[in-house]
């Protein structure tokens, strides 16, 4: 099993790039996260975003399993169905669910609205999809899967847990009632319920077993791991390549090649730490080049130079072995390209990623000749080809894809060498 997943704070591009190489896997399988996700793919002129569903599902002929480390809520779910069947997608034959996968409620999403305003100044930047309080039930032990849909008593577990969350609710002085979107999660249920649903452990160790190809796909991104991220602002599930293994039931022996996907600059949504941020006219104009926006929230997106510290970090403990480098094409026109080669902390210089980059941490910067439009619309310009080779002396990994705009089509695949 290979696995795909992003190296800085999510967004990086991991939709195209599960797109371009689906066709190499029999099985697309995702790990962690929930609709959280927004995973974007443009083919034909067309633009999709997916929030659940694996990023293989447009290519035929693959199965696309959404694993235990999802959380699921039925009615974005059915939603992201709906769009994907009227674009002519026979989903039911190409998506299988874990029994295992847990739900989101209507009331997790009140908790995590209502947590968030708890925290004023100090929120996290929450999506706001309930995926938090979700996870929290699941290690609590309190939480709702997907075979309880099966059980006889389901109506009496979800009752009980919905007082619970009330209960919570209450404390926060939370006013008002989920009654209006209970209704239309409870249809969503009911759909849900038709959906094949397999033990994703044994239906992935037996796709194994018979020599099928799989690639394990993540959400979010490494610096937004529950452990390794810029805690607290962070997602609440693994999103580094240990995560695979626990999202899907597959052991780390099993694991192959480890892809780690990061943009030719850094991009953040919501709160937390950003060593590289340029809250200027740079940053600005990348925000504008690179449509930066989030897929699932619309918010913009803090824009800032790449990070070498920070994407050394990713690749030590994913244990990537190549990287897939987006939006190159973003820094056309730019006369100098910067690059952050070490942090200053405290006076100190290291190339290390601390435990805290909240305070004190200051970039330092490598001054590169940038590339223009022109020489990207031939392939990759000698610029560029710098850029990279520089990329891949400091984090020690080839990088083996780049990516000149959105469409697949738009895509260099790069002979995976060695790197000293």
Not at 282 to 307: I, K, N, Q
Request: aromatic letters at 6%; glycine letters at 10%; a negative charge.
């Amino acid at each position: 099993m290979d696995v795909l997943l992003g190296a800085q704070w999510g967004d990086e591009g991991k939709g195209k790039v599960v797109d371009v190489i689906a066709p190499d896997y029999d099985v697309i399988a995702r790990f962690q996260g929930g609709p959280n996700a927004g995973h974007t793919l443009i083919f034909e002129g067309t633009k999709h975003v997916l929030h659940t569903i694996p990023s293989g599902v447009f290519r035929e002929g693959t199965v696309n399993l959404v694993g235990n480390g999802v959380v699921v809520d039925p009615v974005i779910f059915l939603r992201e169905v709906r769009s994907l069947e009227a674009a002519g997608v026979n989903i039911r034959a190409a998506l299988l669910l874990s029994r295992r996968a847990h739900l989101i409620l209507p009331t997790h999403r009140a908790l995590d609205a209502a947590s968030e305003a708890e925290k004023g100044k100090q929120r996290i930047g929450s999506t706001l999809k309930g995926i938090g309080p979700t996870y929290m039930d699941k290690t609590g032990r309190n939480g709702m899967r997907l075979s309880d849909l099966f059980q006889p008593d389901f109506a009496e577990r979800y009752a009980s847990l919905v007082r619970k969350h009330e209960r919570l609710l209450s404390q926060f002085g939370h006013e008002g009632s989920v009654k209006e979107t209970e209704a239309e999660w409870l249809d969503a249920i009911e759909q849900l319920r038709s959906f094949s649903t397999v033990d994703c452990e044994h239906y992935l160790d037996a796709a194994l077993r018979s020599g099928k190809r799989v690639l394990a796909e993540g959400a979010q991104g490494t610096l937004l791991d529950i452990d390794f991220g810029t805690y607290p602002y962070v997602t609440s599930s693994s999103t580094i390549s240990a995560g695979a293994c626990t999202g899907l039931g597959v052991a780390p022996n099993r694991i192959g090649t480890i892809t780690g996907i990061f943009k030719a600059y850094c991009t953040r949504v919501g709160s937390g730490p950003f060593p590289t941020e340029l809250n200027d006219a740079v940053g600005e104009r990348m925000r504008t080049a690179g449509h930066e926006f989030g897929s699932t929230t619309g918010r913009p997106r803090r824009c800032g130079w790449l990070d070498l510290p920070a994407l050394r970090f990713a690749v030590m403990v994913n244990g990537i072995s190549e990287l897939a480098m987006m939006k190159a094409d973003v820094l056309c026109g730019f006369d100098t390209v910067r690059i952050c080669t070490h942090y200053k902390v405290n006076g100190q210089l290291t190339d290390r990623m601390p435990y805290d980059v909240t305070n004190g941490i200051e970039p330092v910067y490598e001054d590169m000749r940038g590339w223009d439009a022109a020489s990207v619309a031939q392939g990759v310009p000698s610029e560029l080809e710098t850029y990279i080779s520089r990329i891949e002396e400091a984090v020690g990994v080839p990088i083996t894809l780049v990516s000149l705009g959105p469409d697949r089509k738009e895509t260099i695949h790069r002979k995976a060498e060695r790197v000293a």
